[in-house]
Nanobody, 123 residues
Framework: QVQLVESGGGLVQAGGSLRLSCAASGRTFSSYNMGWFRQAPGKEREFVARINRSGGATDYADSVKGRFTISRDNAKTAVYLQMNSLKPDDTAVYYC????????????????WGQGTQVTVSS
């Protein structure tokens, strides 16, 4: 069982930056690939970024590539999402989750979702 708590969301102007954090409980954190997803009002929850167990491999949705950076600190059992050059379309609730498969982008392959953190980007 893993518990996840996201933080770092807020209101920011377009072009600004935010850094999201996801604190994880559990001794097996370093054995999990991790992902960030987001859900805007009236839309499906969508993949944003993922990182493998060691942090040596990452993957991004095309919509955030070059602007967002995912990272992790296994000693602190945390995963991060640095978001730069934010756009109004990035407005959503952001969630971190555990990849229960070997390496996936599919929402249905993730479990132990956190409560989410709201990111609002004003134009």
């Amino acid at each position: 069982q893993v518990q996840l708590v996201e933080s770092g969301g807020g209101l920011v102007q377009a072009g600004g930056s935010l850094r999201l954090s996801c604190a994880a409980s559990g001794r097996t954190f370093s054995s999990y690939n991790m992902g960030w997803f987001r859900q805007a009002p009236g839309k499906e929850r969508e993949f944003v970024a993922r990182i493998n167990r060691s942090g040596g491999a990452t993957d991004y949705a095309d919509s955030v590539k070059g602007r967002f950076t995912i990272s992790r600190d296994n000693a602190k059992t945390a995963v991060y999402l640095q978001m730069n050059s934010l756009k109004p379309d990035d407005t959503a609730v952001y969630y971190c989750a555990v990849d229960t498969t070997r390496w996936s982008r599919a929402r249905t392959d993730y479990a132990y979702w956190g409560q989410g953190t709201q990111v609002t980007v004003s134009s």
